[in-house]
């Protein structure tokens, strides 16, 4: 049973430039949730998706944008990169139906973005 | 300051000794849940709490959670090298069950 599947595992940007990231959830989950997590630092959620709709959002600027398909999957979008966004961008799934609170979370491996 | 406090920031053990890692919140605490990670990769879901007092064991993992405090810990036994790692407290501050904020993490290293 394939777990949360984040491509790519790395990624080079130039300042300015723009970033596309995405997320296969689990199988059977229908909400997905992206997080940033700087060197050093404890994961910082960016936004949730359910039903192809951003259901909550964390404290970043608008140039963090999501998306979600009718299969669950889901994308994350970064425009005029910062060298502050140098980090691990993070995708977890669960499904929302049988989980009240934020149990049975399932986190993918990330993807590393270095912005020079 | 953080919402979520983690201490300590690392830590250095000898294989076969114990340890405990603490996490305090500022805000009321919905949920408290543990994971793992290796460096670079993806969390490992260890272990949630939800009620005052609560205590859950995993194999040589025990957390407890003191709600009146707002505080959990997290103790390994018997510490081995595969218990290397950073350990993330992460919790439900907002009862929306829709994100987890994080403390910054514990580096554990265990020396063999």
């Known amino acids: 049973d394939a777990g949360v599947t984040q491509s790519p595992t790395h990624l080079i940007k130039t300042r300015g430039q723009q970033v596309t990231l995405r997320c296969s959830p689990k199988?059977?989950?229908?909400?997905v949730s992206w997080y940033q997590q700087a060197l050093g630092q404890g994961p910082q959620f960016i936004f949730q998706?359910?039903?192809?709709?951003?259901?909550q959002r964390g404290n970043f600027p608008d140039r963090f944008s999501g998306h979600q398909f009718p299969n669950y999957s889901s994308e994350l979008n970064v425009n005029a990169l910062l060298l502050g966004d140098s980090a691990l961008y993070l995708c977890?799934?669960?499904?929302?139906?049988?989980?009240?609170?934020?149990?049975?979370?399932?986190f993918g491996s990330g993807t590393r973005l270095t912005v020079v | 300051s953080q919402e979520l406090e983690q201490s300590p920031q690392s830590l250095i053990v000898q294989e076969g000794k114990n340890l405990t890692i603490n996490c305090t919140s500022s805000?009321?605490?919905?949920?408290l849940y543990w994971y793992k990670q290796k460096y670079g990769e993806g969390l490992i879901f260890l272990m949630m709490?939800?009620?005052?007092?609560e205590e859950k064991s995993h194999e040589k993992i025990t957390a407890k959670l003191d709600e009146k405090k707002q505080q959990s810990s997290l103790h390994i036994t018997a510490s081995q090298p595969s218990h290397a790692g950073i350990y993330l407290c992460?919790?439900?501050?907002?009862?929306?069950?829709?994100?987890?904020?994080f403390g910054s993490g514990t580096q554990l290293t265990v020396l063999p």
């Open positions: 199988s059977g989950h229908d909400t």
């Open positions: 992460g919790a439900d501050l907002l009862g929306s069950a829709r994100q987890l904020t």
């Open positions: 998706y359910y039903e192809e709709e951003e259901r």
């Open positions: 977890a799934s669960r499904q929302i139906s049988t989980h009240k609170l934020n149990y049975g979370y399932t």
């Open positions: 805000k009321t605490l919905y949920g």
């Open positions: 709490l939800q009620k005052g007092g």
